[in-house]
């Protein structure tokens, strides 16, 4: 029972304290012997009602969740009757389809069969294969003249090899054929004569005279007439490296006892002038004469020149090694029995000499 009845009850007793509620309900029969039992009964009822409520809203929710679930079964049963309906009208077209394809494939492969008679017969692709059968012909006729024209070229190679030969005394020698082989035999008349042939038509041609006088110096063994050239070159208008070469050959290729150290100082000197004193390499060699004519203070000096020189020209370090060496010599007392030495050994090895003509 609510709190409203509760109280209405209350207000009747209130109002009108005789009245009795209970003789009332009993006159009505009622099985009830106070209001407190009244209000429990009441409040149960209430709470039963209230249970029937729910009871009444789960079955109807149950109802339409079973009329929905009707609907979808109904939906799921139709959708798989349109699915099988469909799958029947796939097969039979699959049927129809791949009947249809044999018959069209058969009827496609007739017909690329009689096109393509007719195509190699067609006049376009017999003139086709008449230009093919032309083609392949002169291919083979050009493999046939290259195959011919090669033999006559070997026959013509062999005939004019064989003339070569027997015309071979009559051809002159080139001057690099001479000197190879007078450094096979050790004689140099050949060479000699050859140089001299060739100063008759190019009198002042320095690589020539540069030539004649490393090999009059080195493999010749010919010291006098080496230094009677070069005192000849002196009077000449030569470059300062082709001096340079003479001196430095006049003081390393000639032994010390025939050697004219007055000829090797014009000879750098003037190499040094020509290069106005700019040259590392013909103030190292001015150096070594003046080493070898005793002068080594002077050697000493100007061999620092030429290594101040090389270190401002950032010349080849392996270079600047070699003078610093030189140097080192030029201060030692023992430097004469290591030339000695180093002149015995290209004493013993010629070819240095005649690489050198052949290189210049």
Same mark, same amino acid.
């Given at each position: 029972?609510?709190?409203?009845?509760?109280?209405?009850?209350?207000?009747?007793?209130?109002?009108?304290?005789?009245?009795?509620?209970?003789?009332?309900?009993?006159?009505?029969?009622? !099985?009830?012997?106070?209001?407190?039992?009244?209000?429990?009964?009441?409040?149960?009822?209430?709470?039963?009602?209230?249970?029937?409520?729910?009871?009444?809203?789960?079955?109807?929710?149950?109802?339409?969740?079973?009329?929905?679930?009707?609907?979808?079964?109904?939906?799921?049963?139709?959708?798989?009757?349109?699915?099988?309906?469909?799958?029947?009208?796939?097969?039979?077209?699959?049927?129809?389809?791949?009947?249809?394809?044999?018959?069209?494939?058969?009827?496609?492969?007739?017909?690329?069969?009689?096109?393509?008679?007719?195509?190699?017969?067609?006049?376009?692709?017999?003139?086709?294969?008449?230009?093919?059968?032309?083609?392949?012909?002169?291919?083979?006729?050009?493999?046939?003249?290259?195959?011919?024209?090669?033999?006559?070229?070997?026959?013509?190679?062999?005939?004019?090899?064989?003339?070569?030969?027997?015309?071979?005394?009559?051809? !002159?020698?080139?001057? +690099?054929?001479?000197?190879?082989?007078?450094?096979?035999?050790?004689?140099?008349?050949?060479?000699?004569?050859?140089?001299?042939?060739?100063?008759?038509? $190019?009198?002042?041609?320095?690589?020539?005279?540069?030539?004649?006088?490393?090999?009059?110096?080195?493999?010749?063994?010919? !010291?006098?007439?080496?230094?009677?050239?070069?005192?000849?070159?002196?009077?000449?208008?030569?470059?300062?490296?082709?001096?340079?070469?003479?001196?430095?050959? #006049?003081?390393?290729?000639?032994?010390?006892? $025939?050697?004219?150290?007055?000829?090797?100082? +014009?000879?750098?000197?003037?190499?040094?002038?020509?290069?106005?004193?700019?040259?590392?390499?013909?103030?190292?060699?001015?150096?070594?004469?003046?080493?070898?004519?005793?002068?080594?203070?002077?050697?000493?000096?100007?061999?620092?020149?030429?290594?101040?020189?090389?270190?401002? $020209?950032?010349?080849?370090?392996?270079?600047?090694?070699?003078?610093? #060496?030189?140097?080192?010599?030029?201060?030692?007392?023992?430097?004469?029995?290591?030339?000695?030495?180093?002149? $015995?050994?290209?004493?013993?090895? !010629?070819?240095?000499?005649?690489?050198?003509?052949?290189?210049?």
């Amino acid at each position: 029972m609510n709190n409203e009845t509760r109280n209405l009850l209350a207000k009747v007793e209130i109002v009108d304290p005789k009245f009795d509620v209970i003789n009332a309900f009993r006159t009505m029969g009622s !099985p009830w012997n106070s209001i407190a039992d009244l209000c429990d009964a009441l409040d149960q009822a209430e709470s039963v009602y209230s249970h029937a409520c729910q009871e009444e809203s789960r079955l109807i929710t149950l109802v339409e969740l079973h009329k929905d679930l009707d609907k979808r079964k109904k939906g799921v049963k139709e959708k798989i009757e349109d699915e099988k309906e469909l799958l029947l009208i796939a097969r039979r077209n699959k049927s129809h389809l791949a009947n249809t394809s044999d018959g069209v494939s058969g009827w496609h492969k007739k017909f690329n069969g009689i096109l393509q008679i007719a195509i190699y017969d067609s006049p376009v692709e017999v003139a086709k294969r008449k230009k093919k059968r032309i083609g392949c012909i002169l291919i083979i006729l050009i493999l046939i003249l290259s195959v011919v024209g090669v033999i006559s070229y070997v026959r013509s190679c062999n005939s004019v090899e064989e003339t070569r030969i027997h015309l071979n005394d009559n051809v !002159p020698e080139s001057l +690099s054929q001479i000197i190879i082989k007078a450094k096979q035999t050790g004689n140099y008349e050949r060479v000699f004569v050859k140089l001299d042939e060739l100063l008759q038509v $190019q009198p002042d041609d320095q690589r020539l005279l540069l030539t004649k006088f490393q090999i009059l110096c080195g493999p010749a063994k010919d !010291p006098q007439n080496a230094i009677l050239l070069g005192k000849e070159m002196l009077q000449m208008d030569m470059e300062g490296d082709v001096l340079n070469q003479v001196a430095l050959l #006049s003081v390393t290729e000639i032994p010390r006892n $025939q050697r004219d150290l007055d000829f090797s100082l +014009s000879a750098a000197t003037k190499a040094v002038s020509l290069s106005e004193s700019m040259e590392p390499l013909h103030l190292a060699t001015l150096a070594l004469v003046y080493f070898e004519r005793g002068n080594k203070p002077q050697a000493a000096a100007t061999q620092t020149q030429a290594i101040e020189l090389g270190m401002k $020209q950032n010349i080849d370090p392996t270079i600047l090694e070699k003078f610093n #060496s030189s140097l080192q010599t030029y201060k030692s007392k023992n430097w004469n029995e290591q030339n000695e030495e180093q002149q $015995q050994q290209k004493k013993m090895d !010629p070819k240095n000499a005649i690489d050198k003509a052949m290189r210049g």
